[in-house]
């Protein structure tokens, strides 16, 4: 018998051996069988290989056992080299079957139910023993049953603690938040865990490099639960806000940039209470600063636009550019937060001396802003020529449709941007529109308000979105929308805004639009959203502000279009509520604007339309005690109703 079968027939023996060993009722039996096992496992490598032969061992492992093992330092009985050397033992059992057998029938027998034991080990294992149990937590955590048990762990302190220092509590603990938001059906016992486990991260993360704490909470903030994480009273929030200002003024621009897209992400997760916690003035050291941190921050996102901007297009085919987008559309976002706070701010408070700077630093910011705000301009005019218009100053019906194929008497879209829609996909797009929407209304100064007038193209291009040949190739414009319309409301303040306008056939972009909604209405959809009727309205308001630019010229026929609509809205009801009721009114009276201001011979073709509008008018001053009609609307009606009285219209 050569030297090979007998080290076979061997290992062989030993196994069995061993399995009888763990198959014993006492503890000391089954102790030196894993004992004899992890022997096995480390010099054997055919043993390894055999997943047979691994999977009957894995079945006779006592699992109680290896709980009462991790344990260990519960025991009073034993030293504490004694309890690192059972704690090691089981760990290592654990790992090496967790390494060669798939995880999820580890999991179907039984290694789920060992979580807690694992996490509670973590304090009493040896650092090679910790970090195979950090491994086999991660492995489990990966999937929704182990993620589920990891954040039900009684223990969790103890993967919390050392979470920043150790890259792999950190990661083990992503995925198990992740999976928590994205797949778990949170109850109330599960979320207060979210609130202890970010609290402890950022507790103690301070002073340390904070990087992997900002990109998991970046990652984890779009789907955690609504109801208690998004609350004002997240003891979390304001330590990481600190933390978040120290991190931005530091050197390394890696971090500052993880901290300014987390920064951001908090924003948007936290319009009301994380603002004023990120803007307030107070200073980050016992020295004194120079500039407040407010200044220099909003002035870094500034300088960082304006400076990427001259070479930014051509980046946009590297692969460099989704995440130079990503950062500068985080720019954009706070700096729309800082405009909101700051108008929030002058809204709410008469006294100079509450404000988060002095006069002097808001005028540069004011100037600052106003400059980046026109770059972006430049920005959309080119960006949209390359990817769209393949020129500006095209009238609309001869310019290319995204994803549609062009007509030779069409041009073509330049090749460095993508012709399916691309410009309208980038989220650098959408932050720069709602960044330019928030400046125009807040500034009133006429000359950004005329630059802009110069891309009221791309403006109405991304509010009327175009379905692509496949759905792959569709970009919807609704989040466009808002923005647009806010824009709007600045640049058709001026001549050149309202010419604009009428030339790019403005009215027929928001008129259907708008003819959707007040479809939806007509056909009694009950779940015609409160925000498509506030989009509503600002239409209404936009359109009456075009139809006075026209005051005293006959308006175009096709604008009678409204007026049909309107009357094609339902019989008043009692049930109306608020938003509604301003919605009807004010449609109502752009009805009577383009009626009287309509030639009769074009009026005369929509009499039937306009004595629908009287009957409404009249039922809702009937009804006004038993709905929510205010004194303004109840006013306006009055005054429609005269209106098209006086025009012969009964």
């Excluded at 330590?239 to 897209?261: D, E, V």
């Excluded at 636009?305 to 976002?333: H, M, V, W």
């Excluded at 759905?471 to 640049?491: C, F, I, N, T």
Aim: net charge negative.
């Amino acid at each position: 018998m050569d030297s090979a079968t007998t080290n076979v027939h061997d290992h062989h023996a030993a196994l069995d051996r061993t399995l009888n060993l763990l198959k014993a009722l006492d503890d000391t039996s089954r102790f030196v069988g894993l004992a004899l096992l992890k022997s096995l496992l480390d010099n054997h490598e055919e043993l390894r290989n055999d997943i047979e032969a691994v999977s009957k061992c894995w079945t006779a492992v006592p699992l109680p056992f290896l709980q009462r093992l991790l344990k260990a330092p519960k025991s009073k009985q034993k030293n504490t080299e004694e309890i690192t050397n059972m704690v090691d033992l089981a760990v290592f059992v654990i790992y090496n079957f967790a390494l060669l057998i798939p995880t999820t029938v580890l999991e179907e027998d039984g290694l789920i139910e060992m979580t807690q034991e694992l996490v509670y080990a973590l304090r009493y294992s040896s650092p090679e023993a910790r970090i195979q149990i950090l491994r086999i937590l991660v492995s489990l955590a990966v999937g929704r049953k182990g993620s589920r048990a990891l954040l039900e762990t009684a223990h969790l302190s103890a993967l919390i603690e050392i979470a920043p220092s150790e890259p792999l509590a950190l990661e083990a603990l992503r995925y198990t938040l992740l999976n928590a938001t994205a797949h778990l059906e949170l109850d109330h016992p599960l979320q207060d865990k979210f609130d202890i486990i970010l609290s402890g991260l950022v507790i103690r993360s301070e002073g340390l490099d904070a990087k992997q704490l900002f990109e998991l909470i970046t990652d984890l903030l779009p789907g955690m639960p609504l109801s208690d994480i998004r609350s004002a009273e997240s003891p979390w929030l304001p330590a990481l806000a600190n933390m978040i200002r120290a991190n931005i003024m530091s050197r390394p621009s890696s971090i500052r940039r993880t901290a300014t897209l987390l920064a951001s992400a908090l924003s948007q997760a936290f319009p009301l209470t994380f603002p004023p916690l990120l803007f307030h003035h107070k200073p980050l050291s016992k020295t004194s600063e120079t500039k407040p941190f407010l200044y220099l921050f909003v002035n870094l996102m500034s300088i960082d636009l304006r400076s990427t901007f001259p070479s930014l297009l051509e980046l946009l085919a590297s692969p460099e550019y989704p995440d130079i987008s990503q950062r500068l559309a985080a720019d954009f976002k706070i700096l729309s937060t800082f405009i909101s706070f700051l108008a929030a701010m002058f809204d709410e408070e008469e006294d100079q001396n509450t404000l988060p700077l002095p006069p002097d630093l808001l005028l540069k910011l004011r100037r600052e802003l106003g400059e980046t705000a026109s770059l972006t301009v430049e920005y959309l005019r080119d960006r949209w020529d390359g990817a769209v218009s393949g020129a500006a100053g095209l009238h609309p019906s001869i310019r290319p449709i995204p994803g549609k194929p062009e007509s030779k008497d069409t041009p073509l879209a330049l090749p460095w941007d993508d012709k399916s829609g691309g410009v309208a996909k980038d989220p650098l797009t959408l932050a720069a529109i709602q960044y330019l929407a928030l400046w125009l209304r807040e500034d009133d100064g006429e000359i950004l308000r005329r630059e802009a007038a110069g891309i009221l193209d791309v403006l109405l291009g991304l509010y009327d979105a175009h379905d692509g040949e496949q759905a792959h190739q569709r970009y919807d414009s609704l989040e466009y929308k808002s923005p647009v319309l806010l824009a709007l409301q600045g640049v058709l303040d001026t001549e050149d805004g309202m010419d604009a306008f009428l030339r790019e056939d403005g009215w027929a972009v928001l008129s259907k639009d708008l003819i959707t909604i007040i479809h939806q209405i007509s056909a009694g959809n009950a779940d015609t959203h409160a925000g498509e009727l506030i989009r509503a309205v600002q239409i209404v308001d936009i359109l009456d502000s075009v139809q006075e630019h026209k005051a005293g010229d006959e308006i175009r026929e096709e604008w009678m279009e409204l007026v049909k609509m309107a009357a094609s809205l339902p019989v008043p009801s009692e049930h109306e509520f608020d938003m509604q009721l301003d919605f009807r009114v004010s449609l109502y009276q752009l009805a009577t604007a383009l009626s009287t201001q309509a030639s009769v011979r074009i009026r005369a073709r929509y009499t039937t339309h306009i004595a629908a509008i009287v009957r409404s008018c009249r039922l809702l001053l009937e009804m006004r005690g038993a709905m929510p009609l205010n004194t303004d609307n109840e006013e306006v009606t009055r005054t429609v109703l005269k209106s098209l009285t006086r025009l012969g219209i009964k």
